[in-house]
């Protein structure tokens, strides 16, 4: 049967690997309901936007796609536009009358409701369902998954944590965690359906806890690398406070877990992890990566960091290039700081950094960390390295492009070899972000 072009859907995700899982949950909840996925845009009767509000850039972009969806609904009166994930839990009502072209509005505990969202909105009116739930972890409900390689399971949601600048506490609410048991059956399920790798994901992942059944992170990795045992494992995002020896240790002694931890470290100066309200000293922090590099001594690390907060100095600033120099991350996410209304920081602290002081300091800790990535990356030159293909190289149809056990990218000629094959490749070059090289043959 052909769909009514009404009952037919396109979701556009924006930010994080959550909200690409998310966007999973909600294709699995539409369709239940007789939706049908189309694969553009203009095929498509309704119009969802997964959103962003991390950083004002992530919010000017969705401003572009709702102005161009308005005047698409001038031409085409049936499309219905909805607005899901933390851009409308963050702004609420009023992006109504910011954007005209939004007929419904959901926030991330609420992608239950969309399917009767759209219905009433047919009946004519905007409608909004922003409430939090903090006992919402949309267990049982199971998500269509793009590609069948490797696949995210989102076992924690929120953050209880109250970093200064940012807006995830309020977009995303309390901490809660996936039932043990639940988390298992989906693995099982991965397991069945031959996927090749497993990112076990949350916006503090290492913070699961599941103290019915007496799992934390650690407890919780360990199983699911026993379950999977042929898979290979990943988690993100970590949070310092939670790196466990127990944690740390799991990882070193299953093979299948992957030796990468990406943790966010924000400034490399005490006094603003202060003002950031991170909860840590950098010489804690420092302690951490010296107890991971002593249990998983090949351990690939990254991190995330924010030139000119509140308050920064040259001097801050240059503790945090020290730190970079020092810890030679493999690679790293680096922002400028923008200020998100409603934080602690946009409430209490004065965004005094000039911007083209920021964005001066950013620079140059990009190049300096695109001088280590380039270094480490050339290091890699003669050695042999496993990868997991992925996809056909963006380039060309003759290779294909990978992940080594430690996130790097590497693209090397595809012989016979098809996305999903693990197989050793010797490299053979680098920039500062891919490395390209051949298979070798056992
Ligand atoms: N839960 C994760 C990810 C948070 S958002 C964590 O705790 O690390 C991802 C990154 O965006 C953060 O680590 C931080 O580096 C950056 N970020 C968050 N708010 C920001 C802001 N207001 N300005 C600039 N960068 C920001
Ligand atoms: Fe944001 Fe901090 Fe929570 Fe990460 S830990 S989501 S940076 S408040
Ligand atoms: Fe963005 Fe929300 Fe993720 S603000 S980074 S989509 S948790």
Same mark, same amino acid.
């Given at each position: 049967m052909r769909a009514e072009r009404g009952n037919t859907f396109f979701i556009h995700t924006f930010g994080c690997q959550m909200n690409q899982a998310d966007s999973g949950i909600i294709a699995s909840l539409l369709q239940e309901e007789g939706y049908v996925p189309v694969?553009?845009?203009?095929?498509?009767g309704i119009v969802l936007l997964n959103t962003c509000a991390v950083r004002e850039n992530a919010v000017d972009r969705i401003e572009h796609f709702l102005q161009r969806l308005h005047g698409q609904k001038k031409r085409d009166k049936g499309l219905i536009v909805g607005v899901a994930g933390c851009i409308p839990q963050y702004q609420r009502e009023k992006m109504f009358s910011l954007y005209p072209a939004i007929d419904f509005l959901a926030g991330p505990d609420t992608y239950r409701t969309i399917p009767s969202l759209v219905e009433q909105v047919r009946s004519g009116g905007k409608l909004s369902s922003l409430e939090f739930n903090?006992?919402?972890?949309?267990?049982g409900v199971e998500p269509v998954r793009q590609g069948a390689i490797s696949a995210f399971v989102p076992v924690m949601r929120g953050?209880?944590?109250?970093?200064?600048?940012?807006?995830v506490p309020f977009t995303r609410g309390r901490e809660r965690s996936q039932p043990f048991r639940s988390v298992i059956l989906e693995v099982q399920k991965l397991v069945a359906s031959a996927y090749k790798e497993i990112t076990l994901i949350?916006? /503090?992942? /290492? #913070?699961?806890? =599941?103290a019915e059944e007496g799992y934390d992170f650690a407890a919780l990795l360990e199983a699911v690398s026993r379950e999977a045992p042929s898979l290979r494992i990943r988690f993100t995002t970590s949070h310092p406070k939670d790196i466990s020896e127990s944690l740390v240790r799991t990882i070193a002694s299953?093979?299948?877990?992957? /030796? #990468?931890i990406h943790l966010p470290?924000?400034?490399?100066?005490s006094r603003m992890l202060g003002l950031m309200n991170r909860d840590h000293t950098i010489e804690e922090y420092r302690d951490k990566i010296t107890l991971i590099r002593s249990v998983i001594p090949d351990v690939a690390l990254s991190t995330d960091i924010i030139a000119?907060?509140?308050?920064?100095?040259e001097e801050d600033h240059q503790a945090s290039l020290d730190l970079l120099s020092d810890i030679r991350f493999d690679s790293a996410y680096m922002f400028f700081y923008s200020t998100r209304p409603g934080t602690l920081a946009a409430r209490t602290?004065? =965004? =005094?950094?000039p911007e083209p002081v920021k964005k001066r300091r950013l620079q140059e800790i990009i190049d300096l960390q695109n001088r280590i990535s380039g270094e480490l990356f050339h290091e890699a030159i003669g050695t042999v390295v496993e990868v997991l293909a992925e996809s056909e190289s963006r380039r060309s149809s003759e290779q294909l492009m990978g992940r080594t056990a430690g996130n790097r990218a590497v693209v090397f000629?595809?012989? /016979?070899?098809?996305?999903?094959d693990l197989l050793n490749v010797i490299i053979t070059g680098a920039t500062s972000a891919t490395l390209t090289g051949r298979p070798i043959h056992p």
């Open positions: 694969e553009h845009e203009a095929e498509a903090s006992a919402e972890t949309y267990e953050c209880n944590n109250m970093c200064a600048y940012c807006v949350g916006q /503090n992942v /290492n #913070s699961y806890c =599941d299953r093979p299948n877990i992957c /030796n #990468s470290v924000q400034s490399g100066s000119g907060f509140c308050g920064e100095q602290l004065e =965004d =005094d950094v000629d595809r012989e /016979n070899y098809q996305p999903g």
